[in-house]
């Protein structure tokens, strides 16, 4: 059987561990956990939740993926390492920023491809005016807004006051 049809029998869970595991497993990876996205859901959560958008997403449409740069990129697109929240950590315009500070880091610590670099550097568009190059970078663009309005919304995730 071929490749691309294996990868659309496993669940999506599955795709993201077998796919991510180095990096969900790593000391790095971890720090995640420790900064808040939106609401009460930490980075790590985001990103794990937006990994399992962007494989859902793609397992429905007619195209043909690369499964392994979509969830390692994915699960690094925010990979910034600092609370933006924080009004101490001096970090400027973070929309406009995190992406390449989360470049960056995972360039550091994770062996990267093109395409991963892509998904991390614009998947912000079309905030940041650079257009996706691959395929990849648009599921994450549009999984990322999805995952980042419920996270958003649900009022279990709000911040307490």
Not at 103 to 121: K, Q, T, Y
Request: include cysteine.
């Amino acid at each position: 059987m071929k490749r691309e049809k294996l990868e659309k029998q496993y669940s999506s869970r599955s795709t993201v561990v077998h796919y991510g595991a180095d990096i969900l497993d790593s000391e790095e990876y971890v720090k995640c956990a420790e900064c808040i996205q939106h609401g009460n859901t930490s980075v790590r959560e985001h990103e794990i939740s937006v990994a399992l958008a962007c494989v859902n997403i793609a397992r429905h449409l007619p195209l043909k993926f690369d499964y392994r740069a979509l969830v390692r990129g994915s699960l690094l697109h925010d990979f910034f390492l600092y609370d933006w929240h924080d009004k101490n950590k001096n970090v400027d315009n973070h929309a406009l920023n995190h992406a390449s500070y989360a470049l960056r880091n995972a360039a550091e610590s994770f062996s990267i491809n093109p395409i991963e670099a892509d998904m991390i550097r614009k998947h912000m568009f079309p905030l940041n005016l650079a257009p996706p190059k691959y395929r990849e970078t648009f599921i994450l663009t549009l999984s990322d807004k999805i995952v980042t309005i419920a996270e958003t919304l649900n009022p279990k995730s709000r911040k307490k006051k």
